[in-house]
């Protein structure tokens, strides 16, 4: 961004890398990247929405919906916390009004009903797969 000559000014955040991985491509049968997935270091969700709602919006669709998963509020080892949530909040926002529809996923934390309009928190993580699959079916079948 910085060689593109974008204004940064609106982040607090310089010092440490965000590593953000492509586990599943759009139109890919293969699965075997999802047994990859961990946990990463970093945790700008602001960041990590708008990336992720930009590779779906590049999708051919009638209809986009973002399903995030969250273990709780953003945070970075070099960022300030409000400013963080304040960024979270205002990508939710611009992410929306790109026509994508959101989903808050908690998982043992509450935090996605801050951010998220639409959301649900697991407290164990058995009940992730029904849970997660019937908030989707319901905003399938409600349109």
């Given at each position: 961004m910085?060689?593109?000559?974008?204004?940064?000014?609106?982040?607090?955040?310089?010092?440490?890398?965000?590593?953000?991985?492509?586990?599943?491509?759009?139109?890919?049968?293969?699965?075997?990247?999802?047994?990859?997935?961990?946990?990463?270091?970093?945790?700008?969700?602001?960041?990590?929405?708008?990336?992720?709602?930009?590779?779906?919006?590049?999708?051919?669709?009638?209809?986009?919906i973002?399903?995030?998963?969250?273990?709780?509020?953003?945070?970075?080892?070099?960022?300030?916390p409000?400013?963080?949530?304040?960024?979270?909040?205002?990508?939710?926002?611009?992410?929306?009004?790109?026509?994508?529809?959101?989903?808050?996923?908690?998982?043992l934390?509450?935090?996605?009903?801050?951010?998220?309009?639409?959301?649900?928190?697991?407290?164990?993580?058995?009940?992730?797969?029904e849970?997660?699959?019937?908030v989707?079916?319901?905003?399938?079948?409600?349109?």
């Open positions: 910085l060689a593109r000559g974008a204004d940064l000014s609106r982040y607090d955040r310089f010092v440490e890398r965000l590593d953000l991985m492509v586990y599943k491509r759009f139109g890919s049968s293969r699965l075997d990247g999802l047994s990859s997935i961990e946990c990463g270091h970093e945790n700008p969700d602001g960041e990590a929405l708008a990336w992720a709602a930009q590779r779906l919006l590049a999708q051919r669709a009638c209809r986009r973002l399903m995030v998963l969250s273990d709780g509020f953003p945070a970075t080892g070099d960022g300030h409000v400013v963080l949530c304040h960024d979270l909040h205002e990508r939710v926002r611009d992410v929306m009004h790109e026509g994508i529809e959101l989903i808050g996923v908690g998982i934390d509450d935090a996605v009903e801050q951010f998220y309009p639409r959301s649900i928190v697991v407290n164990t993580l058995h009940e992730l797969p849970r997660a699959f019937n989707l079916a319901s905003m399938l079948l409600n349109r």
